[in-house]
Structures are given as structure tokens and as C-alpha cells.
């Protein structure tokens, strides 16, 4: 008898002693409540946000995601870009940042051709990850 509590013991120990992932993350809402930014390479100065984006020195900057639920801290990551050339993915991926809350940034005075631009982010946190394919889409434009 003594025997089988200890075979007893022994099987709980080793099935309660398993790797247990910790938190969560969900990604099925994740979204941005607007999903493309232009962004115009020459300003208009006579346009009162215009002006005041470059007398500020104000990046392009996105909103932060929405529908991202899970374990605090969450990391987000550029996963990939869909762009118009090479050289093009090359300027992007130099200028490109992201930031808490999955805010995206370029600088005022980007160097990207005009073109769109599709992002896809990674997201984790500590054991778990998910991939938002397609996103957000930057247009960059002259005027």
C-alpha cells in the first residue's frame, strides 16, 4: 500500500511540476480605428497644421492599436513591410519606429519615394506572440 502512495505522489509530482505559460494575449479585435496615414512630403505652409507640425517638428505618428488585450508589458515589433521597391523597404525599415501601445512613427522629413507602404507587427509579451498581418498602411505622397 505504501508502495502505491508513493507511485501516487510520485505521478502528481511530476504532472503538477509541467511548465505553466503565464498571462495571456489576445489579437483577434486588434486594429487601428484608422488604418492608413498620409503622409505629405512637401507642406503647405499657408495650412495652419502644416505649420505647426513644422515649427514643432511633429513625426508622422499613428494611434495606438486597439482590441490588444494581455499580460502587461506588451512588445511590439515591425514584423514586415510590403513596399514599392527595395530601396524603398530599405529607407523605411532605417526611418521606421514603434512605440508603446503599437504608436508608429516616421520623421517629418521622411527620405521614402512615394508609394504605399503595408506594415505587419509582432507582438509579445512574456510567453506568448502573435503576428497582425497587413495592419496599417502608410501613403506617402508629394503634395
Known amino acids: 500500500m505504501k508502495q502505491i502512495y508513493l507511485l501516487l505522489f510520485g505521478v502528481l509530482f511530476f504532472v503538477g511540476c509541467h511548465d505553466t505559460k503565464i498571462g495571456y494575449l ?13 503622409i505629405r512630403k512637401e507642406l503647405d505652409m499657408t495650412n495652419a497644421d502644416d505649420k505647426n507640425r513644422v515649427e514643432k517638428e511633429i513625426p508622422w505618428l499613428t494611434d ?10 506588451i512588445r511590439y515589433k515591425l514584423s514586415g513591410v ?27 522629413y521622411t527620405e521614402l519615394p512615394v508609394g504605399r507602404y503595408v506594415v ?3 507582438l509579445s509579451n512574456e510567453d506568448y ?9 502608410f501613403i506617402v505622397k508629394e503634395k
Open 26 to 38: 489576445k489579437t483577434e479585435n486588434a486594429s487601428y480605428g484608422i488604418d492608413s496615414l498620409i
Open 120 to 122: 505587419s507587427l509582432y
Open 64 to 73: 495606438n492599436i486597439q482590441g490588444v488585450l494581455g499580460t502587461a508589458p
Open 82 to 108: 510590403k513596399a514599392p521597391s527595395v530601396e524603398a523597404e530599405t529607407i523605411f525599415l532605417k526611418e521606421f519606429k514603434v512605440r508603446g501601445g503599437g504608436r508608429m512613427e516616421l520623421p517629418l
Open 129 to 137: 506572440s502573435a503576428v497582425l498581418t497587413d495592419v496599417y498602411t
